[in-house]
C-alpha cells in the first residue's frame, strides 16, 4: 500500500472541449468527453498538509447543490490536509453563435404578437435580438453530471500526485532512519567504556574526599571501599544509556514497518518522533562524554528532519 503525501495538485475537465485532448500530464487527468453537448467543466484541487481534513469548495452558484456529492467524494478518498476544489464551465454558447430551433423561433413570434397587439408601435424583434434571445431562452443545460464525472477524474489525479510526493518522502524518511540507526551504532561501544571511565573516576575523587576530611582513618577500609563500589554502581545505572538507544532502536523498528506497510501513517508516525525525542533528550542528559554528547545532538537534528517530513504525510 502506498504512502500518500497531504500535498499536491491535479486538473480535470470534462464536456466537448477535452474531447480531442490526450490525457493531461502528471499532475492531472482528462477524462473523456462526457455527455454535455454544449458546455465543458474544468475541476482543480489544490492540497496541503493539515492535522484533519479540512474541505473547501468555490463553485459557481448553478453548482452550489452538488457540494455534499462533492464533499463525500473527497472524503471518501482522503483522510487528511486542507483540500480546495475550484470549479469552473465554460459554455460553447459564449462564444459561438446559437441554432436556433423551430419551438423558440414560434415562441418568440408568439411574443412578439401579443406585445405588439398591445403596444402597436412596439418594433419587431431584429435577427441580432433573436439570435440572443435564442442563445439564453433555453433551458439552462444541466452538467451535474458533467462536473461530477470531472471531480470524479481530478480526485484520481490528485490521488496519484500525492502518492508521488509520498514516495519521495519515504525515500528521505528512510535515508534519515538509517542515519539514526548509525548513530546508534557508534554510540553502542562507547557505552561500556563511558561507564567504566565514570566509575574509576568516582572512585577516585570518593577516595580524595575521604583522605581530605580524614574519614579514612576513623572507618574500616572495608566500609569504605565497599560503600564507595555501591556508589560507583550506582552512578553508573544513572549514566548508563544503553536502555535508551534499545528503545530507540525499536521505535525505528517500527517506523521502518509502517512505512514499508504505507496506508494511513502519518499520526501513527508522528508519535513515534516524539518518543524518537524522548529517548535522544534522555541520552543527552545522561551522556557522560563528548562524543555521546555529539552523538546525541547529531541524533535530535535527523530527528527534527524526520518530524518536518512526517507531517505532510497522511
Known amino acids: 500500500m502506498a504512502v500518500y503525501s497531504m500535498t499536491g495538485y491535479a486538473s ?53 447543490a452538488l ?19 475550484r470549479l469552473n464551465t465554460q459554455r460553447d454558447n459564449e462564444t459561438a453563435w446559437p441554432q436556433p430551433q423551430p419551438e423558440q423561433l ?32 433555453g433551458a439552462a443545460e444541466k452538467l451535474d453530471e458533467v462536473a461530477l464525472d470531472a ?14 510526493e509520498g514516495a519521495k518522502l519515504v525515500a528521505v524518511l528512510m535515508e534519515r532512519v538509517g542515519r539514526l540507526r548509525e548513530l546508534a551504532v557508534q554510540a553502542e561501544p562507547l557505552v561500556p567504556i563511558v561507564v567504566k571511565r565514570q566509575q574509576q573516576r568516582f572512585l577516585e575523587r570518593w ?27 550506582a552512578y553508573a545505572i544513572r549514566v548508563d544509556v544503553a536502555e535508551e538507544l534499545a528503545r530507540l532502536r525499536s ?6 514497518r509502517l512505512l514499508k506497510a504505507g496506508g494511513e501513517v502519518g499520526k501513527r508516525l508522528d508519535f513515534l518522533i ?6 535522544a533528550n534522555t541520552l543527552a542528559s545522561k551522556a557522560a562524554s563528548l562524543e555521546l554528547t555529539n552523538i546525541s545532538v547529531e541524533m535530535k537534528v535527523a530527528i527534527e528532519q524526520l518530524r518536518e517530513q512526517v507531517q505532510n504525510l497522511e
Open 12 to 64: 480535470a475537465s470534462a464536456g466537448p472541449a477535452t474531447e480531442p485532448q490526450t490525457p493531461a500530464s502528471a499532475e492531472g487527468v482528462t477524462p473523456k468527453a462526457s455527455a454535455s453537448a454544449h458546455a465543458s467543466v474544468h475541476v482543480e484541487l489544490r492540497s496541503v498538509n493539515g492535522r484533519f481534513l479540512d474541505l473547501g469548495f468555490r463553485l459557481p452558484d448553478e453548482f452550489r
Open 67 to 85: 457540494e455534499p456529492a462533492l464533499r463525500d467524494l473527497l472524503t471518501a478518498s482522503f483522510r487528511r490536509g486542507k483540500i480546495e476544489l
Open 251 to 256: 521505535h525505528l523498528d517500527e517506523i521502518t
Open 274 to 279: 516524539q518518543e524518537l525525542l524522548r529517548e
Open 106 to 137: 414560434n415562441r418568440l413570434l408568439r411574443l412578439q404578437d401579443s406585445v405588439q397587439g398591445w403596444l402597436p408601435k412596439a418594433a419587431s424583434l431584429s435577427v441580432h435580438e433573436v439570435l440572443q434571445w435564442c442563445k439564453g431562452g
Open 207 to 233: 577516595q580524595e574526599a575521604l583522605e581530605a576530611t580524614g574519614a579514612a582513618q576513623s572507618i574500616p577500609r572495608e566500609a569504605l571501599q565497599e560503600r564507595a563500589l555501591n556508589e560507583a554502581a
Open 151 to 164: 471531480a470524479r477524474h481530478c480526485i484520481a489525479g490528485l490521488r496519484e500526485a500525492r502518492a508521488r
